[in-house]
């Protein structure tokens, strides 16, 4: 295998054929770079932000009968409780503002809802 030397290299570079592949390199760099660092960084929040918010609001808060009828008494059926944003933030010993906008980001990726006041799983 043939490596290139620094000098050769340095000639590479400013001949027309060198300068043509830097500008494609540089132009592909510029198309490429910020959508990958968007998405590293949505990543990141994900992984470690969401994903505890996300966590709290799947364990779902149910109350309520379980929608049977016995010979007395028609029982209600069971319903959920949306968690509100002071609940997971007290939960996670975090401020309300941070878990705010985690649910905001839950819920522009379609897996929670606002729903009376408070916010839970979507279905």
């Known amino acids: 295998m043939h490596w290139l030397t620094w000098q050769q290299l340095s000639e590479f570079v400013r001949s027309w054929q060198g300068a043509a592949a830097t500008f494609i390199a540089i132009l592909a760099a510029l198309y ?16 470690f932000r969401d994903i505890a918010v996300y966590g709290v609001v799947k364990r779902r808060k149910i109350m309520g009968g ?11 059926r069971p319903t959920e409780i949306p ?10 010993n ?3 503002k941070s878990v705010l ?12 809802e606002s729903y009376l006041g408070g916010w839970r799983l979507k279905d």
């Open 32 to 47: 490429y770079g910020p959508r990958q660092v968007l998405e590293t960084w949505d990543w990141y929040w994900d992984r």
């Open 66 to 76: 379980s929608g049977g009828q016995t010979n007395f008494v028609q029982l209600s």
């Open 83 to 92: 968690y509100s944003a002071r609940e997971i933030a007290d939960y996670l």
């Open 94 to 96: 975090r401020k309300e």
């Open 101 to 112: 906008r985690s649910l905001r980001r839950l819920e522009h990726r379609g897996k929670v």
